[in-house]
């Protein structure tokens, strides 16, 4: 069974600019979560989805936003780019629900802001 | 706001020695604690979930155990090896907001 895919891979941008990470979740799964991981902060939680709704958000500004589709596959969008947002975005899936939720992470988007 | 430390941030032992990396949560309300390992510039790879109700899973030379009244978990690694220099980190999913947590994680270098 394939694992989480994220694309890119890698990414580099410059202040003001948007950017959209995509990831793939492993089949069967339908939830998706986004991790934003940097050295200062560790990992943080940006937002989960479940059945194309968002059913969980993290502390970070309107500027990062997601979405997931009817096939799983999720989104997330960072409008007007700052320097601090230069981190690995990770996404993770899960089958969904409960004590046996668990998390299944792809290889990142490293995103570089100029 | 559940709070997730884990110490020591890193460790260096020579191969062969059993590991002990340790993970403290500040709320008992949890749903699972899950492991995982991340080597640099990767991605995390899942070791070992415990639900909330189990005390300990196992899965070959790993080991973890829960307490969740006192907040604490243990990752055992027996007879390390040099393949298991990596960065492990805890994560808690809380029962009440259910977010995932991390620690800040313990850096692990098995000496040859």
């Known amino acids: 069974k394939a694992g989480v895919t994220q694309t890119p891979r890698y990414l580099i941008k410059t202040r003001g600019q948007q950017v959209t990470l995509s990831c793939s979740p492993i089949s069967g799964h339908r939830s998706v979560s986004w991790y934003q991981q940097t050295p200062g902060q560790g990992l943080q939680f940006l937002f989960e989805?479940?059945?194309?709704?968002?059913?969980n958000k993290g502390n970070f500004p309107g500027r990062f936003s997601g979405r997931q589709f009817s096939n799983s596959r999720s989104e997330m969008n960072v409008s007007t780019l700052e320097l601090g947002d230069s981190a690995l975005y990770l996404c993770a899936s899960s089958l969904g629900t409960g004590e046996y939720n668990e998390q299944f992470f792809g290889p990142g988007t490293r995103l570089t802001v100029l | 706001k559940q709070e997730v430390t884990q110490i020591p941030a890193a460790l260096s032992v020579p191969e062969g020695e059993n590991l002990v990396l340790n993970c403290s949560f500040t709320?008992?309300?949890?749903?699972?604690l899950q492991w995982f390992r991340q080597d640099p510039g990767k991605g995390l790879t899942s070791l070992l979930l415990i639900q909330s109700s189990q005390r300990e899973q196992t899965s070959g030379r790993l080991n973890a155990s829960l307490d969740k009244s006192s907040g604490r978990s243990t990752l055992y690694i027996a007879a390390s090896q040099p393949g298991d220099s990596a960065t492990y980190l805890c994560?808690?999913?809380?029962?009440?907001?259910?977010?995932?947590?991390f620690g800040a994680g313990t850096t692990v270098t098995v000496r040859a």
């Open positions: 994560a808690v999913r809380g029962s009440n907001d259910y977010k995932l947590s």
């Open positions: 709320d008992s309300a949890i749903y699972n």
């Open positions: 989805y479940f059945s194309e709704t968002q059913r």
